[in-house]
């Protein structure tokens, strides 16, 4: 089984411009998650995406970040325009079908190292 | 709100030694535990997770975690540590009411040969 795919690797931006992550999730994971993970902290949930409607966006700061999954399988994570305290690795993470598996494990992607100068 | 505590930056051993991290959480229902392993410019792998049922949980390369819901821990265990165990070991929390799940700050292992 493939699994969760991401690009770009690597990106470096100057402030004030604009970037694009994209995310192939494992096929029949109905389920896709975006973290931010910054340089000796956890990640942090952004935003998750059941099929393409989205579960919970609560800690996505929407004045820059926008994010779509528009027919419930890829996803792609845009920020217009960056900050330097962007710079981090963006993760993307998928798991099985259905709010009602709760107990889902997420599988993550290797993950979009970001540096913004 | 729930979170998770990793008490430990580094965590030191020697090949051959076993290796404990160490985690402890706080959920206001009952948890899903989660550990996570991260290995430099890589994503995290999941290693093991405690949903119910019996306290002791055994995972992938020999990673087992033991589930202690008095003392609200989940610390992860080797009884052997290899040098390739070097990497960055994330505790995670889910309460079985919410999806959202909740990473500690992570602990570096470090295995010395």
Sequence with gaps: EAGVAQSPRYKIIEKRQSVAFWCNPISGHATLYWYQQILGQGPKLLIQFQNNGVVDDSQLPKDRFSAERLKGVDSTLK??????????????????????????????????????? | AQSVAQPEDQVNVAEGNPLTVKCTYSVSGNPYLFWYVQYPNRGLQFLLKYITGDNLVKGSYGFEAEFNKSQTSFHLKKPSALVSDSALYFCAVRDINDYKLSFGAGTTVTVRA
């Design chain 1, 79 to 117: 920020i217009q325009p960056a900050k330097l305290e962007d710079s981090a690795v963006y993760l993307c993470a998928s798991s099985r079908p259905g709010l009602a598996n709760k107990e889902g494990t997420q599988y993550f992607g290797p993950g979009t190292r970001l540096l913004v100068l």
